[in-house]
């Protein structure tokens, strides 16, 4: 009984020494931190490897330890964070004294300085942007430089990384044909310039040879920047004077001599409609983003698989031609990829309408004279990326039957009639299976005698867009779906949904007796790879239901007279 009490006094006094002691390590430093060798947990009031908290003042730290003969000793630790993924600190030996001041003034101004990386990390833009030529000297082999060949820093689409090449000088020690993708992980100024970042190699299996630090400044065209020999940031004496020190020129990039079309920036963001990709435009209309979407709730590792946000960059260099009339303008840009390679790039934006582009791209090169084919384009249409959905097109509002020209199967199509912007497609199959799908309208724009309508299934924006493209024919509407909107090629490469709609449709009935309790799932688009074999049938169909139509009018009229 006795014990139990002593127990719980003591729990009792431990929980109040903690708390009294108001000694909790920041929030956004608690996780899992890399030091040169060895992995550090910060809890909310321990830091593993150093002990208990117990006094906090400011940036220092009072931690309870032990010493080789199992002793009760506190040691101090000093903590300046440099930015959100980086803290740095000086630590005393551990002393018998528990008083803060006596303790932290033990620490010598001498005392190493440690460098703790956050893991996992989201990366960061990179304190310098753009290509550079550069020549280096590898102190830890040898004082001469390599400046023959000359190596290279390349710009990547991402802004938080950038790729090393280093070159092998013959004759100089240390120096070899090195390929590097590299990560900037922290940026942060203390009287000197810094950089920490991490090495992406696959073949680097220890954080030892991945994480390093540099010192940096630029001055014009021209930089110098120097290299830690691990992952701390000890040695970086100055920006010339490293374990490894950069001499660096910026490779001069083409000038920019156009802006891309204003109504490109109507919208904030676009997106295409695979809803992979995002494009976001600069204010200047200089710049054409493209970026992953990633899925939701993603986390960017740094030592992850590879994720680049910014997938391609392209500049506008010039403007090659314009026709005002059907919104079509052609550029000569400079694109930088996720490979981290530039060249010039040919694009072509059409504006369908205020909130519908067409993106041709056309085949890269290096060459500033080359001239632009879009025959074998990639092509992308871009929507606002924006979650709402707005109304069908009203000229193809009401209900219809229709026959699905893939399968032996026909139904009703409701268009706009229960919700402005739904279709609810209700299927009957020969098995007599019913099913009912909705599918949600987003933008449409005629073209010619075509009308063309993006959709979704309803939910998440990520989802793939579909293209419906509606024709007028002697027989019907024809409504054809891929994902390119290829309807006005004629060519479908590939076809998600073949239906011939019967016209004239009846109009949308009053809505008190739209009926809601049918079992809805949202299968949408049937996949179709038999569609060619059925034209000929629903053509037989077609001619049935004319028959039909004909007897009928003619019974018509003479009931009539
Ligand atoms: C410098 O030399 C060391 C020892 O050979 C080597 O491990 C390191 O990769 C070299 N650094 C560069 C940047 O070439
Ligand atoms: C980047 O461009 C180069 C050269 O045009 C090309 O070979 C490479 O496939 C491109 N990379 C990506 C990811 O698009
Ligand atoms: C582009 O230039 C590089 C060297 O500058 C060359 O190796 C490459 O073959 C060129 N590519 C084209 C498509 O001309
Ligand atoms: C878009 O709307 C759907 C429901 O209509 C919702 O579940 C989803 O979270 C929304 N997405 C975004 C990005 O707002
Ligand atoms: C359609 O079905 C075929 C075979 O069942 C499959 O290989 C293909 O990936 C499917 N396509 C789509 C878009 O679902």
Request: overall charge negative; aromatic content about 0%.
């Given at each position: 009984m006795e014990g139990y009490l002593i127990w719980i006094f003591f729990s009792v006094y431990t929980i109040c020494l903690v708390l009294g002691s108001e000694c909790i390590f920041p929030l956004d430093w608690r996780g899992t931190w890399y030091q040169s060798r060895a992995v550090i947990d910060i809890s909310v009031n321990s830091i593993s490897r150093k002990g208990t908290c117990i006094h906090r003042d400011g940036n220092r730290f009072l931690v309870l330890n032990k010493d080789h003969s199992n002793r009760k000793c506190f040691s101090c630790l000093v903590f300046t964070r440099w930015h959100h993924n980086l803290l740095q600190y000086k630590e005393s030996n551990c002393w018998y004294e528990d008083s803060l001041e006596t303790v932290c003034g033990h620490i010598n101004g001498d005392a190493l300085l440690h460098t703790l990386v956050k893991v996992p990390n989201i990366p960061e833009p990179c304190p310098f942007h753009g290509s550079y030529t550069f020549t280096y000297t590898n102190s830890t082999m040898s004082s001469q430089q390599c400046n023959h060949p000359v190596s290279e820093i390349r710009a990547c689409a991402d802004e938080s990384r950038f790729k090393f090449i280093f070159k092998h000088c013959p004759g100089v020690q240390g120096t070899y044909n090195q390929v590097l993708d590299f990560k900037c992980v922290a940026t942060w100024e203390n009287g000197e310039k810094f950089l920490y970042g991490v090495f992406s190699e696959p073949w680097m299996t220890q954080d030892e040879y991945r994480y390093r630090c540099f010192m940096h400044s630029f001055y014009g065209r021209n930089g110098d920047m120097s290299m830690s020999a691990d992952a701390t940031c000890q040695g970086l004496q100055s920006t010339t004077l490293g374990a490894v020190s950069m001499s660096l020129t910026r490779v001069i990039r083409p000038r920019s001599t156009c802006t891309f079309p204003r109504y490109l920036a109507n919208q904030n963001k676009w997106r295409d409609l695979s809803g992979r990709i995002r494009l976001e435009v600069d204010a200047g209309l200089q710049v054409l983003r493209f970026k992953d979407i990633l899925p939701h709730g993603t986390f960017v590792h740094s030592d992850g698989p590879e994720v680049s946000v910014s997938k391609l960059v392209l500049r506008c260099i010039h403007s090659v031609g314009q026709s005002i009339i059907d919104f079509v303008t052609d550029f000569f840009t400079y694109y930088t990829n996720d490979s981290c390679e530039s060249g010039y790039q040919c694009l072509r934006v059409i504006k369908r309408d205020e909130n519908v582009i067409e993106l041709y791209m056309g085949d890269s090169t290096n060459n500033t004279e080359a001239s632009c084919n879009y025959e074998q384009s990639t092509k992308y249409i871009l929507i606002p990326d924006r979650n709402d959905s707005v109304p069908c097109p009203t000229s193809q509002k009401g209900i219809y039957m229709y026959t699905d020209k893939a399968s032996d199967c026909s139904g009703k199509v409701d268009i706009?009639?229960?919700?402005?912007?739904e279709i609810v497609i209700e299927t009957t199959c020969a098995t007599m299976t019913k099913s009912v799908s909705i599918i949600q309208c987003l933008q449409n724009w005629r073209l010619e005698e075509k009308t063309f309508l993006i959709t979704k299934q309803p939910g998440h924006l990520d989802n793939p867009s579909m293209c419906l493209t509606f024709i007028e024919t002697d027989f019907g509407l024809e409504v054809q779906a891929d994902n390119y909107c290829e309807g006005d090629r004629w060519i479908v490469k590939k076809k998600f949904l073949n239906y011939l709609l019967y016209t004239p449709p009846d109009n949308c009935p009053d809505r008190t007796y739209v009926q809601s309790d049918q079992h809805t799932h949202s299968d949408g688009f049937q996949n179709d790879s038999k569609v060619e074999e059925h034209t000929s049938i629903a053509a037989a169909r077609t001619s049935n239901v004319f028959i039909l139509a004909c007897v009928f009018i003619v019974c018509s009229l003479f009931l009539i007279r």
């Open positions: 706009g009639c229960t919700n402005d912007d």
